[in-house]
């Protein structure tokens, strides 16, 4: 391993340390396919979760170099954990450039606060209505859905003429969504799933992009 900065040397550490129990856990993984509750929790308290969160709630607040070697290191142990955690943490950093009333709703609860991006550009355009938006249909390729506490959706928007005028970029609490088990792959099979929007409005956590 490279010497470590003294920007937020700390988190890679930490990952490194997981290493040998990712390891152990990586045929279990494989043969669930999803990550495990222990290897999830071990993170936690490891602060992986927090790599890109402001440092006011109490994250890193990390450089990429750091992201990338944190995830390099987790990739030592189990392949499937490392692109969980690449593309749930990716998505935290995007959940980082929102205004600061909806990062203050979102990390200000839980600075650990996980995520699942899903960006697919055919999915089922939101419909306008009092106070929000309502967003329908399935997502597939969903990373990190099984262990996420938020799913940020970015959904078409169109005109009355049916054509894309945008894409509204929606973060919308796992609570209202749910997971459709479509993950049966060769390789990281610890990796995804399909997440299914049922009737959701978040109006307080959504913005144009």
Same mark, same amino acid.
């Given at each position: 391993m490279p010497e470590l900065t003294d920007q937020s040397p700390e988190v890679v550490k930490r990952a490194a340390e997981l290493v040998p129990a990712l390891r152990e856990r990586a045929e279990r993984v494989d043969n669930e396919r999803r990550l495990s509750e222990e290897t999830i929790q071990d993170m936690i308290r490891a602060g992986l979760f927090r790599i890109w969160v402001p440092k006011r709630y109490g994250g890193y607040q990390a450089s990429v170099e750091t992201h990338l070697e944190m995830i390099r290191t987790l990739g030592l142990? $189990?392949?499937?954990?490392?692109?969980? @955690?690449? @593309? @749930?943490?990716?998505?935290?950093?995007?959940? $980082?450039?929102?205004?600061?009333?909806?990062?203050?709703?979102?990390?200000?609860?839980?600075?650990?606060?996980?995520?699942?991006?899903?960006?697919?550009?055919?999915?089922?355009?939101?419909?306008?209505?009092? *106070?929000?938006?309502?967003? /329908?249909?399935?997502?597939?390729?969903?990373?990190? $859905?099984?262990?996420?506490?938020?799913?940020?959706?970015?959904?078409?928007?169109?005109?009355?003429? *049916?054509?894309?005028? /945008?894409?509204?970029?929606?973060?919308?609490?796992?609570?209202?969504?749910?997971?459709?088990?479509?993950?049966?792959? @060769?390789?990281?099979?610890?990796t995804g799933n399909t997440l299914v929007v049922r009737i959701c409005s978040s109006p307080s956590t959504a913005r144009y992009r």
């Open positions: 142990g $189990c392949a499937s954990t490392a692109w969980t @955690m690449a @593309m @749930m943490t990716t998505t935290t950093w995007m959940a $980082c450039q929102l205004p600061e009333r909806a990062q203050d709703e979102i990390f200000g609860a839980d600075p650990d606060a996980r995520f699942v991006g899903l960006f697919t550009p055919t999915a089922q355009p939101a419909v306008r209505t009092d *106070g929000g938006y309502i967003i /329908n249909g399935s997502r597939p390729w969903a990373t990190g $859905c099984l262990h996420a506490t938020w799913a940020e959706i970015m959904v078409p928007l169109v005109d009355d003429h *049916g054509e894309i005028i /945008n894409q509204l970029w929606t973060f919308v609490p796992m609570s209202d969504v749910q997971i459709e088990d479509t993950w049966d792959t @060769m390789g990281l099979r610890g």
